[in-house]
């Protein structure tokens, strides 16, 4: 009962400047309700002390205001002070019955209910959001078919769910086949009377199938570029064109943007980059790129011989497709979990990576763990390479990993699948720490013995339960930010420019179109 | 029950097979006035569970399959049912080809040129008898994202399938050993590149590798002496395959277009879940199986230049632009031009190299429901055994469960019921416009609407259609009584109810019945009609003091009257709705 008083109180304190007189009245009301309960438990049942305190020890810190904030647990309070006071001009009859009862009571449990508020307080804060990155979570990711607006074409549904299973994964895939989809939302949508499709089509049909796809993921840069591309084609085209001519124009603009952006860019990059691969070299990559794969492939098949490192990490395993594929295509291919980085980058004399947008500043946003490759590799003076097509150029500028990523579900860092429902049992434990080799595990593990001290003391918890530990938060970012110094070059179709080049690019390719 | 937000279309649409249900025949030998889809379960007509389970996956392109002499009264129920009518949605079509049999194979159903018309896009086929708690969203959400990637697009060739299974053990009260089973092989799937988000089905699908009914499986066996021969090809291309014995094809099968060309190509094709999916299954591993099958041409379709990915890609066929090559959680395969090296057991024994690159053949997939007890219920109801399971399952959801099969009124309010009558609220069922009679005492039992239930009845673990009527006194032990049949009470009791006039039609059906029953009751002190796990045709009239016990009772005239028993003639008809 006190504790709802606290939430309660907490969420008004918020919304607390646009309330009107009768709410107020209300909500003085509903306090003077929960004080009286609390007093009545505590008057009750005097072993549950530190509950009831909770409620009775708002009232002194109301009436001295300021006086006790020197103690730690008051600070989240002294917020909650505010609210006394409009109740006082809303219900006169507050007032005098506050006094009696709590004085006398104020003091003694204060002590006891200072330690006890931290731990009270943690989990009304969301615990599966770092504070930091808050602002990186997308709003709400939707595993499931329900929820997504009726106006969504079959095509790009399939898509999106593809795109949240990783079945479709990097930023040209994503973006070729977003594109493939929408031609198909595009050949069903019927112009409504009275309006033009130019005008209708991008507002009505296009933008939900986009935030359907923005629901699923985040778009990433290359689709938002073409996405660009598409709005800007459909506004211009002319109203006066029959609709099934302007559907079809558009269908084949969209498959010349794929060819020329995409394809046809990707052999050009390919045939460029595969002259940085000489005999004799030792070509580290990370996670797995398309572009790189086709290059490292070319190279190989004008008979050029080399050695391939191929670096990887949790929790998607790039790099065992890119492994696989080479491997299938006779390369001789070294495959190193992320921690044996260190280790491997010496033998390298070329790192090859991949990218998810080239910013503006010259840095590179690709998979989490680049920006490691790119400095330890810059360390040992082996050149950082980066394929990138045009597309994915962007106008934007970050600095750090902070401003511009995409927080993917906490659940995929997950080794085992979540159990469904099963009450915990400690074989559960013991598994997940054996065969758990991250250190997530292994520390939540530790976490979970501290945290079991306010719950039940035998009760040890799984990752999976990482939601309900409270003093633990999982994080898992999909992609960082490079420096630009430690690259060295950036191969696009536009010829190899050094990163400080990218805006001019950027400008060139995807500005005017 | 209306739903507050329409989920988005999947772009499918539904094929819903309304069939004579060969194994209900007690109740359905006549389907012009009562076909098997329209048979009462937990007081809605079959019919009523999988179109809702189509209207929750957003499907509302529905086309009712029926032969010919059925179609009047579907169309009528359509029309008038307060369940069916109270369906969201536009009224679903109905089909009824003339060349349809009662008889006729799924498989040839999908022949017919009617059906070959209608089917548009990619479609769903589901069996009238098909009940599910399972969202059928979810089933639908795996198909979708384990489709290879880029063949979102409608026209696309290379989709997979989906079909159900169902474990017919483990579930409490609904499931009987008597259940028909499939055998069925499957190979799991590659790991997920996350992990599946809660509620996620994924860890369940499963590529299926071989299927066949049980009655297939042991002329197999019988023809082997006793040992199921495989193919040395399976286990080169799938090193784990698991075999179940116990589940059983829930009959609901997503499957992409060129399914409808690929059945319209193989003649000999009787069934979908034997046939269609088993040929398919082995066309997956079988060396040369999907060529003969013309499965390469189906699939080829109008476009012939299908590329296989990664080498030679068709610059002016923009259309095949691959994003699997692309996704960065997607290996090229194996290069076919390659000898096999050491490591690629999977490419198979190069004794037969395939001159063209080999046809990838789209997986069949499966979603294997796991054995728990809570498991949400995923049945057919083909025997009269599950018609009362289930019906009675659903009897005992209160509510405010979960499951979208609950009634919203375990008693409905139009029901009047007599002093000191007691029902168990927690598993009964009563419908509408019922009359039950004082001191009567009904628990686990279904009751349907405008039921007359006299005085003094028990009813133990009972489903009554609509509009039976009971007599006083009269006790009933697992019973299933037909639509409009008449239980006589004490024979004082049976002519003070005066409702001698409803059953006009039912004396036609009498005479043997009677017979039967009075060489039962010979001997019987007390006149009460005690009935134990019987089953009682519609219209059927019971006689006051018929004592019986497992027995059939329905009018001798019908054809059919050899295999009565309802309970042992499960064996064939597994498709043949």
Not at chain 1, 221 to 232: H, P, T, V
Not at chain 1, 368 to 380: D, E, M, P, R
Not at chain 2, 19 to 24: A, I, K, M, Y
Not at chain 2, 97 to 102: A, H, R, T, V
Request: aromatic content about 4%.
């Amino acid at each position: 009962m006190a504790e709802q008083g606290g939430t309660a109180e907490q969420s008004k304190t918020v919304e607390e400047p646009k309330v009107s007189a009768v709410e107020l009245k209300k909500r003085a009301k509903a306090d003077k309700q929960a004080r009286r309960a609390a007093q009545k438990e505590q008057e009750g049942a005097p072993a549950e002390v530190p509950p009831a305190t909770n409620g009775a020890h708002q009232e002194p810190s109301a009436q001295g205001q300021g006086v006790q904030q020197d103690q730690k647990g008051k600070a989240a309070q002294a917020k909650g002070q505010q609210q006394p006071k409009p109740s006082k001009q809303g219900g006169q009859d507050v007032r005098p019955e506050r006094g009696g009862p709590s004085q006398p009571q104020s003091i003694p449990p204060r002590s006891k209910a200072a330690p006890a508020a931290p731990s009270k307080e943690l989990p009304k804060r969301d615990n599966s959001v770092v504070e930091l990155l808050s602002h990186l979570y997308p709003i709400q990711r939707r595993p499931n078919l329900a929820g997504v607006s009726k106006d969504v074409h079959p095509a790009v549904l399939a898509l999106g769910l593809q795109i949240s299973t990783y079945e479709i994964c990097g930023s040209s895939a994503r973006c070729v086949a977003m594109l493939l989809a929408f031609k198909e939302a595009i050949q069903a949508y019927t112009t409504p009377r009275d309006t033009s499709l130019p005008r209708h089509l991008v507002s009505h049909h296009l933008s939900p199938q986009i935030d359907c796809l923005r629901s699923c993921r985040p778009l990433a840069e290359s689709m938002g570029n073409a996405i660009r591309w598409l709005k800007k084609l459909i506004v211009e085209l002319d109203p006066d064109k029959p609709e099934h001519e302007a559907k079809d124009f558009i269908c084949e603009e969209i498959d010349r943007f794929v060819h020329e952006r995409i394809t046809v860019t990707d052999q050009a990059i390919a045939a460029s980059a595969r002259n940085q691969i000489r005999t004799g070299s030792v070509v580290l990559t990370y996670a797995k790129s398309a572009i790189v794969e086709k290059t490292i492939l070319q190279a190989h098949e004008q008979g050029t011989r080399f050695r391939l490192i191929v670096v990887d990490s949790r929790p998607l395993f790039e790099g065992k497709r890119l492994a696989t594929s080479l491997m299938r295509a006779g390369l001789e291919v070294q495959y190193v979990p992320f921690s044996g980085l260190a280790h491997v980058v010496k033998d390298a004399t070329l790192v090859l990576l991949g990218a998810h947008s080239m910013l503006s500043n010259g840095r590179l946003q690709s998979r989490v763990g680049t920006a490691s490759i790119a400095l330890q590799a810059h360390k040992a003076d082996v050149p950082v390479i980066v394929c990138c097509e045009s597309v994915k150029f962007s106008g934007k500028v970050a600095l750090d990993s902070i401003v511009l990523n995409e927080i993917a579900p906490p659940e995929e860092l997950l080794l085992s699948p979540i159990p469904e429902k099963s009450p915990i049992h400690p074989a559960g434990v013991a598994t997940t720490a054996v065969t758990g080799k991250s250190a997530v595990t292994v520390t939540s593990a530790a976490i979970s013995k501290d945290a079991s001290e306010d719950d039940e003391p035998a009760k040890l918890k799984t990752l999976h339960e990482w939601s309900s530990i409270s003093n633990l938060r999982l994080l898992n970012p999909m992609y960082d930010i490079t420096p630009a110094e430690y690259i060295r070059m950036v191969i696009c179709e536009y010829g190899s420019v050094p990163p400080s080049s990218v805006p001019v690019v950027h400008r060139l390719a995807n500005e005017g179109m | 029950m209306p739903h507050a937000t329409h989920p988005p279309s999947p772009g499918l649409q539904a094929l819903i097979f309304c069939g004579p249900g060969l194994s209900l025949n007690t109740f359905t030998s006549t389907p012009s006035t009562l076909p098997k889809c329209l048979l009462p379960v937990a007081n809605r007509p079959m019919l009523w569970y999988p179109l809702d389970w189509c209207h929750r996956m957003g499907i509302y392109d529905i086309t009712l399959v029926t032969p010919p002499d059925a179609a009047p009264p579907l169309e009528a129920a359509l029309r008038s049912h307060p369940s069916l009518t109270s369906l969201s949605g536009p009224r679903p079509e109905v089909l009824a080809p003339k060349g349809l049999e009662m008889t006729s194979g799924t498989a040839e159903l999908l022949r017919l040129g009617e059906v070959q018309r209608v089917i548009k896009g990619d479609f769903v086929v589901l069996s009238c008898d098909f009940v599910s708690e399972v969202d059928g969203s979810r089933v639908l959400q795996q198909w979708m994202s384990l489709n290879p990637a880029l063949a979102a697009a409608s026209s696309s060739r290379r989709k997979g399938g989906l079909a159900i299974y169902y474990p017919t053990y483990g579930g409490e009260g609904i499931s009987s050993k008597r259940d028909e089973t499939d055998f069925i092989a499957t190979a799991p799937l590659s790991k997920p590149n996350v992990m599946p988000p809660m509620g996620s089905l994924r860890q369940e699908v499963e590529e299926v590798v071989m299927v066949m009914p049980t009655d297939t499986l042991n002329d197999t066996l019988n023809e082997n002496k006793q040992a199921l021969p495989i193919r040395q090809t399976l286990l080169a291309k799938h090193g784990n395959v698991k075999i179940r014995t116990k589940h059983r094809d829930a009959h609901v099968y997503f499957l992409p277009l060129w399914v409808k060309d690929f059945v319209a190509r193989n003649e000999k094709f009787d069934s979908i879940s034997e046939d269609v999916l088993g040929w398919w299954a082995k066309a997956g591993w079988q060396h040369g199986l999907a060529e003969k099958l013309g499965l390469d041409e189906v699939l080829a379709g109008k476009r012939s230049t299908e590329d296989e990915a990664g080498n030679g890609r068709s610059v002016e066929e923009e259309e095949e632009v691959d994003a699997t090559a692309l996704s960065s959680t997607k290996s090229a395969p194996a290069p076919v031009r390659q000898p096999p090296q050491a490591f690629a057991t999977r490419v198979g024994n190069s004794a037969a190299p395939p001159s063209r690159p080999k046809l990838a053949v789209p997986p069949l997939l499966a979603y294997m429901q796991p054995v728990s007890p809570a498991q949400p219920l995923i049945r057919r109801i083909d025997t009269a055994a599950q018609l009362a399971f289930i019906s009675l399952h659903i009897a005992r959801l209160q509510p405010s469960d979960p499951s979208p099969l609950a009634h919203e009124h375990k008693i409905h309010p139009s029901a009047s019921i007599g002093q000191q009558s007691r029902i168990s609220h927690e598993d009964c069922l009563i419908a509408e416009s019922v009359t039950i009679g004082i001191r009567c005492n009904i628990k686990e039992s279904v009751v349907g609407a405008n039921c007359e239930i006299g005085s003094n009845v028990r009813l133990t673990k009972c489903v009554l259609m609509d509009g039976v009527v009971v007599g006083d006194g009269v006790q009933m032990v697992g019973c299933i009584v037909g639509k409009r049949a008449r239980v006589e009470g004490t024979s004082t009791a049976g002519s003070k109810s005066g409702v001698a006039e409803v059953e006009g039609a039912a004396v036609k059906g009498k005479g043997k019945g009677k017979q039967k029953a009075t060489a039962q009751s010979g001997g019987e002190d007390d006149n009460k009609t005690k009935l134990t796990e019987c089953e009682i045709a519609p219209f059927f009239v019971v006689e006051a003091g018929t004592e019986a016990k497992g027995e059939t009772m329905k009018a001798f005239d019908t054809e059919g009257e050899l295999g009565g028993d309802g309970e042992e003639d499960v064996g064939d008809e597994d498709d043949e709705e």
